[in-house]
């Protein structure tokens, strides 16, 4: 995971749960017909994330292979049970919503970007974690 550097103030990546939203139901991408969850809800999320124009810098690498995946499968939530449920995709949750609202799958080094994840939960309440490498990541609360 891409962290702060000692050589320089600011996060090489930022990410940020702006608004979260329990739904049963969604606007599909195609047709007419609102889409229902498999599993209990939708949790819709906005986001916001922004990877740093210099992180190749900051943290080595090469910067045409340097980028922050935001799809569905980078994120887990956590029911009062505490336990991380990382099988929040499903076909009718990315068949929400038009792409133009839609986050996009990746962010790149200089792109800030926002838009819509759509997750098919079971919980209705808890903890929506981003954690791509499965090392903890960053969590937000979520319904109630």
Known sequence: MLAPQARHATPDFTIEVTNSEVVDHCDP?????????????????DITATLDANVSKNVGGDGGEL????????????????APDRNVTSETAWGCFDDAVLLP???????????KLVLDVDALTGQVTYDPENNGGWSWPYGG
């Open 29 to 45: 991408r195609v047709g007419i017909d609102k889409l229902k969850p498999t599993r209990t809800a939708f949790l819709v999320l």
């Open 67 to 82: 980028y922050m995946p935001l799809v569905a499968e980078t994120f887990s939530v956590a029911g009062s049970n505490g």
């Open 105 to 115: 799958p990746v962010v790149n080094p200089g792109q800030s970007v926002t838009g």
